[in-house]
């Protein structure tokens, strides 16, 4: 059986998790601390981040966008029944715009939003790098950022069925498995953005999802919203 290497607040991890969901394959997940940096992983990720995905015991793949196009590649099709699911779907133009939008919230987002938001609200209080009470205007900035990118989330889906066409594709999955971390966290302003919360609702009851939904991370418990699977 396969092996996930993950945090639950890791919007990468999330979205190899919902990747497998979608896949209907089954992973053993062994959590890792992204913040300890222990040796022993480090001797798999020497880059020391999450996700990993542990094929057998010679083949360990890191990072999200490599375990997205592994699976794309082992799994051309569901092995209970044989359908077709792809992460990467329709032609080449189709799929670029797929890669090009998992690449913008795995990074872009990432990097205005997700990182520091996670850290300051969650990572800061278990790890050993907290110096200082957060930052007000730092939480301001990445507020507003948030706001900035649920806005480019709304345009698409009030233009497209799903973010990157019609069908639903790695793309949805990435940057629902950043929103989720900051749904988790209480952070993301819904009543403001009734059409991004709209496709968020559609992901959110796909089965993929439900063992996000299920995730309680030990001294912090989600909004009550959080779990359910129309708001």
Same mark, same amino acid.
């Given at each position: ?105 795995h990074n872009k987002f990432d ?22 009470? #957060?930052?007000?205007?730092? $939480? ?6 948030? %706001?900035?990118?649920?806005? *480019?989330? =709304?345009? !698409? ?49 796909? #089965?993929?999802?439900?063992? $996000? ?6 001294? %912090?418990?989600?909004?009550? *919203?959080? =779990?359910? !699977?129309?708001?």
């Open positions: 059986m396969l092996r996930l290497i993950h945090h639950p607040l890791c919007p990468h991890s999330r979205s190899i998790r919902l990747a497998l969901g979608e896949l209907r394959v089954k992973a053993e997940l062994s959590e890792e601390q992204p913040w300890s940096y222990r040796p022993e992983f480090l001797a798999i990720n020497p880059a020391g981040h999450l996700p990993v995905l542990i094929a057998d015991e010679h083949i360990a793949i890191a990072g999200a966008y490599a375990i997205s196009e592994y699976l794309e590649d082992t799994y051309p099709a569901d092995p209970q029944d044989g359908r077709r699911v792809p992460l990467f779907p329709g032609d080449r133009e189709e799929r670029a715009e797929t890669r090009r939008l998992v690449d913008w919230f990097h205005d939003v997700t990182r520091d938001l996670t850290f300051e609200r969650y990572y800061a209080h278990h790890s050993k790098t907290r110096r200082n009470p #957060p930052d007000s205007a730092n $939480l301001r900035n990445l507020a507003s950022n948030l %706001r900035y990118h649920l806005k *480019y989330v =709304s345009y !698409l889906t009030d233009h497209r069925r799903w973010l990157a066409g019609e069908d639903l594709s790695f793309a949805d999955l990435a940057a629902a498995a950043h929103i989720s971390c900051l749904d988790y966290l209480g952070e993301v302003p819904w009543d403001d953005f009734p059409v991004a919360r709209a496709w968020y609702v559609r992901l959110k009851s796909r #089965p993929s999802f439900h063992p $996000l939904l299920d995730d309680r991370l030990p001294g %912090r418990t989600p909004p009550a *919203y959080y =779990s359910d !699977l129309d708001f």
